[in-house]
C-alpha cells in the first residue's frame, strides 16, 4: 500500500499545464492571475484633497483670506494660490498649485463678503505642510507590481485592477472536469427507487466539490456496471480537461473501471491507499488527460477528491498552494482506534476563547454522508496514532466555523 503522500506526490508529477484567457473584471471576481499586473499609471493621478475644506499655504494659517474659487471632485483649479488667498476645496478634487494643505471645513469661519465684493474666510488653528493632501502617486506609484500571478482575485483585487484603469486580466482557464458516476443501482434524485436501487449522490457532491475548487464541472451522468458502457462513457469524457469516475474500483466482480480503462490504454497506476476511509484508487493519464477512478462509497468519495483531485484542479488553474488550510485544534474527548492507516476524521470546528476545538461528526463510516455535511474538516491522525484525543491537526474544507455567532463587535 502506499501512504497518503506518496499517492498525492505520484499523481502530482503528470499535472498538465493549464492555460490562461482573458476576463473583463465582472467575470474575474474568484479566479486565479495568470499574470503579474502593474499599474499603468499613477494613483492618484494629481495632488487630490482628502477633505471638504479649503486649499492653503500652511504658512497663511490662522487668517482671514481671500477665496479664489471652488474646485468640486471632476473640476480643475483655474487660479494659483497666492500668499492671502484659497481656495474652496472639495474631497476628490485637485489641489490647486500654490496650495501645500488642506484645511478641513470644520476649522473655518465665515466671513462677511469685503467691501469689494470678495469671499472671504477666517481659518483657525495650524496647518503642516502637506495635511490633508494625498500627493500623485501615493498610493500607488507607476510601474509598480500591485497584483502577482497565482493570486485569487478578491473584491479588494477587482478593486484595485479597476482603480488603476485596467478593465481586463488574464487569469487561468477553469479546467472542465468530466464526472462519470457508475454502479447498476444508481437512480437519479427524483427518480422512484425500484427493488435494491438506491439515489446517486456522488456526482452532485463532486460537481460541488469541482466548483469550490474553481473547476467546471460536466455531468457525464450515471453508467451501468456494463464494461461496453463504461468504456463510451469514458471515451465521450476525454473531451475534459480532467476526469472522475466514482464506483467500481474494488475487486468485486462487476468493478469493471480499471479494466475498461486499461483497455482504452490508460497509463494507469491502481492503488490501495493506506487511508481510510477511501482505500482503492484509479489514476493515470489517457491522451494528456489525467483521469481518476474514485471509489463509489460517498465519504471515500469525497475524501479521495479533498486529497488526490483537489490539488491538481488547483495546480492546473495555477494556485502555487493548492492544498486545503490545516490548523490545529483540540479534540473534545477520547476515542481509542486500529493504528495501520492514515485516517481523516471528518470533525466539526468551534472557537472555544483563542483554541479551536474539534469535536467527532456524525457516524465515521464509508457511508455516512451526514458527517461531512456537518464537519468543517477532517482531523488529521497518521498511521501509528492510537486515539484521536489532544491536538491534532485539521485540514480545513469550511471556513464556515470562524463567523462569529453573535452580531457583536469585540476590537
Ligand atoms: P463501489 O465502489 O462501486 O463498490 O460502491 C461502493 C458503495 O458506494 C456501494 O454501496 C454503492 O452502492 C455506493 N455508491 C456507488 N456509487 C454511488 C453513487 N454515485 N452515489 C451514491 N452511492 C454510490
Ligand atoms: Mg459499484
Request: net charge negative.
Amino acid at each position: 500500500m502506499l501512504t497518503v503522500e506518496e499517492a498525492l506526490a505520484r499523481v502530482l508529477e503528470h499535472v498538465p499545464p493549464g492555460s490562461a484567457e482573458r476576463a473583463w473584471l465582472a467575470d474575474a471576481h474568484g479566479r486565479i492571475l495568470a499574470e503579474d499586473v502593474f499599474s499603468p499609471g499613477e494613483l492618484p493621478p494629481w495632488p487630490a484633497s482628502a477633505m471638504d475644506g479649503f486649499a492653503v499655504r500652511a504658512a497663511d494659517i490662522p487668517g482671514d483670506l481671500r477665496v479664489l474659487e471652488t474646485v468640486a471632485a471632476g473640476g480643475v483649479p483655474r487660479h494659483r494660490v497666492e500668499p492671502g488667498t484659497v481656495t474652496r476645496i472639495m474631497t476628490g478634487a485637485p489641489v490647486p498649485d500654490g496650495a501645500d494643505a488642506v484645511v478641513m471645513v470644520e476649522d473655518s469661519e465665515a466671513l462677511p463678503p469685503s467691501a469689494a465684493g470678495a469671499d472671504r474666510v477666517r481659518l483657525l488653528g495650524a496647518a503642516a505642510v502637506g495635511q490633508h493632501v494625498r500627493p500623485r502617486g501615493s498610493e500607488v506609484a507607476r510601474g509598480v507590481r500591485v497584483l502577482s500571478r497565482g493570486q485569487t482575485l478578491g473584491a479588494g483585487a477587482i478593486g484595485v485592477l479597476a482603480a488603476v484603469g485596467i478593465p481586463s486580466v488574464r487569469v487561468s482557464v477553469r479546467p472542465r472536469v468530466g464526472i462519470l458516476s457508475t454502479g447498476d443501482e444508481l437512480v437519479e434524485p427524483g427518480g422512484a427507487l425500484g427493488p435494491g436501487q438506491i439515489h446517486s449522490s456522488n456526482g452532485h457532491a463532486l460537481a460541488a466539490l469541482v466548483r469550490e475548487a474553481g473547476g467546471v464541472p460536466v455531468d457525464l451522468g450515471n453508467a451501468p456496471d456494463d464494461p461496453v458502457a463504461i468504456g463510451a462513457a469514458f471515451r465521450a469524457a476525454l473531451r475534459c480537461d480532467l476526469v472522475v469516475s466514482t464506483g467500481g474500483v474494488s475487486v468485486g466482480d462487476y468493478d469493471h473501471v480499471k479494466g475498461v480503462l486499461k483497455d482504452l490504454g490508460l497509463t494507469m497506476d491502481f492503488w490501495r491507499v493506506a487511508m481510510k476511509p477511501g482505500k482503492p484508487l484509479a489514476y493515470g493519464v489517457l491522451g494528456g488527460t489525467p483521469v481518476f477512478g474514485l471509489p463509489g462509497n460517498p465519504v471515500s468519495c469525497m475524501v479521495n477528491f479533498y486529497q488526490f483531485v483537489r490539488p491538481v484542479l488547483r495546480t492546473m488553474l495555477g494556485d502555487p498552494t493548492p492544498y486545503l488550510p490545516v490548523i490545529q485544534a483540540e479534540m473534545v474527548g477520547r476515542s481509542r482506534r486500529r493504528p495501520g492507516r492514515a485516517e481523516f476524521v471528518r470533525v466539526r470546528l468551534f472557537r472555544d476563547g483563542d483554541t479551536v476545538r474539534a469535536e467527532v461528526a456524525g457516524h465515521q463510516g464509508s457511508a455516512g454522508v451526514l458527517s461531512m455535511a456537518d464537519a468543517h474538516g477532517f482531523a488529521l491522525l497518521p498511521e501509528a496514532a492510537t486515539e484521536v484525543a489532544g491536538t491534532v491537526a485539521v485540514q480545513v474544507f469550511d471556513p464556515g466555523f470562524l463567523a462569529g455567532a453573535e452580531a457583536s463587535y469585540r476590537w
